[in-house]
């Protein structure tokens, strides 16, 4: 069972008081097709980590507010929005790892789950998280280069880099991870 992990994909990081617009929307059509990809798969899910944060939490200090939990700019863009399928989840988080006190480990052990794709934003920071939570965990890591982005003046390369030699990651993109699970599933 593989999980797909949309990390961060919120109103605030996208137009909102952290926004990315520039380089999150080009990421949007590759995390949009394989959404729907997984949720078409009996041997998928898709996970939401989402920032939802409250006033006291370290990240404000850094960032200042935004995608407080309960507002618009902590809910998923309209673009790749949840809509309730089954094997979907919505996973708040406070931390920029997915798995940092949010129970998910425990949620994907339950769905057997044995591999992440880890899609979002942003590499260098939440992906990177997502992915050390991923790794200490014992997952299997995918990474679609098409499907993650950074902030200007971080070096997304690096970011991607980083992921494959510290992490073990699988540096691939959303065409290869479709294909070979469509090669797989005819098998």
Same mark, same amino acid.
């Given at each position: 069972?593989?999980?797909?992990?949309?990390?961060?994909?919120?109103?605030?990081?996208?137009?909102?008081?952290?926004?990315?617009?520039?380089?999150?929307?080009?990421?949007?059509?590759?995390?949009?097709?394989?959404?729907?990809?997984?949720?078409?798969?009996?041997?998928?899910?898709?996970?939401?980590?989402?920032?939802?944060?409250?006033?006291?939490?370290? &990240? /404000?200090?850094?960032? *200042?507010?935004?995608?407080?939990? %309960?507002?618009?700019?902590?809910?998923? @863009? =309209?673009? #790749?929005?949840?809509?309730?399928?089954?094997?979907?989840?919505?996973?708040?988080?406070?931390?920029?790892?997915?798995?940092?006190?949010?129970?998910?480990?425990?949620?994907?052990?339950?769905?057997?789950?044995?591999?992440?794709?880890?899609?979002?934003?942003?590499?260098?920071?939440?992906?990177?998280?997502?992915?050390?939570?991923?790794?200490?965990?014992?997952?299997?890591? &995918? /990474?679609?280069?098409? *499907?993650?982005?950074?902030?200007? %003046?971080?070096?997304?390369?690096?970011? @991607? =880099?980083? #992921?494959?030699?510290?992490?073990?990651?699988?540096?691939?993109?959303?065409?290869?991870?479709?294909?070979?699970?469509?090669?797989?599933?005819?098998?």
């Amino acid at each position: 069972m593989k999980a797909l992990i949309v990390v961060d994909m919120l109103n605030d990081f996208y137009t909102g008081v952290l926004q990315n617009e520039a380089h999150a929307s080009k990421i949007v059509p590759v995390i949009r097709q394989l959404i729907e990809h997984a949720r078409g798969r009996p041997d998928w899910m898709v996970v939401y980590s989402n920032d939802a944060h409250r006033a006291d939490d370290g &990240e /404000i200090a850094i960032w *200042g507010p935004h995608a407080m939990a %309960g507002t618009k700019g902590a809910e998923v @863009i =309209e673009a #790749l929005a949840p809509i309730g399928a089954p094997r979907e989840i919505v996973s708040p988080k406070r931390f920029y790892g997915a798995f940092d006190e949010t129970g998910l480990d425990e949620i994907l052990k339950q769905y057997g789950v044995t591999d992440v794709v880890i899609t979002g934003q942003h590499t260098h920071c939440c992906v990177r998280h997502s992915s050390y939570g991923a790794f200490i965990r014992g997952y299997g890591i &995918e /990474i679609p280069a098409d *499907g993650v982005c950074v902030f200007d %003046g971080v070096d997304n390369e690096a970011a @991607i =880099e980083y #992921l494959r030699t510290i992490y073990g990651a699988v540096i691939t993109d959303s065409a290869a991870i479709l294909a070979a699970d469509g090669a797989r599933k005819a098998a």
